[in-house]
């Protein structure tokens, strides 16, 4: 990632998260809260070059309330809670891993994603 958080004044309120597993896809959910009014964009590649200049990608806006709220609660903020697989970038460039608070229970969201499917599948 370019982007360089806690620069004050410009990015001290963005998180770049990053989590790297079993599996490489990944939401694509871009979510701002200016000024405190939600705003959520669903997109159909990477912010990349190598993606945007050869072929046509998608970036929406989530307008539905309720789905906004779904995707928020149950896909972006579950995989910023993950501990096992997430690291966050720092404003040197450095990637750290995330680890468990002490008592808080480890948690990596494409494990319990799975699992979760699983289990939905067996519910058919």
């Known amino acids: ?14 998180r770049v998260t990053s989590i790297v597993g079993r599996f490489l896809e990944h939401s694509r959910i871009f979510y701002f809260r200016n000024g405190g009014e939600e705003e959520m964009l669903l997109g159909s590649a990477d ?4 993606n945007l200049d050869g072929r046509v990608e998608v970036l929406f806006p989530v307008r539905d ?19 096992r697989k997430s690291r966050v970038l720092l404003s ?3 990637y750290p891993r ?3 608070a002490e008592g808080e229970p480890p948690l990596n969201t494409q494990e319990w994603l799975l699992a979760k499917g699983g289990a ?3 519910d058919e």
């Open 1 to 14: 990632c370019c982007l360089k958080p806690g620069v004050p004044g410009v990015s001290e309120n963005i």
């Open 47 to 50: 912010l990349m070059p190598r």
């Open 65 to 83: 309330l309720e789905l906004l709220k779904a995707l928020r609660d149950d896909v972006l903020f579950l995989q910023l809670r993950d501990n």
């Open 92 to 94: 040197d460039g450095s």
């Open 98 to 100: 995330v680890v468990p």
């Open 120 to 122: 939905w599948r067996r």
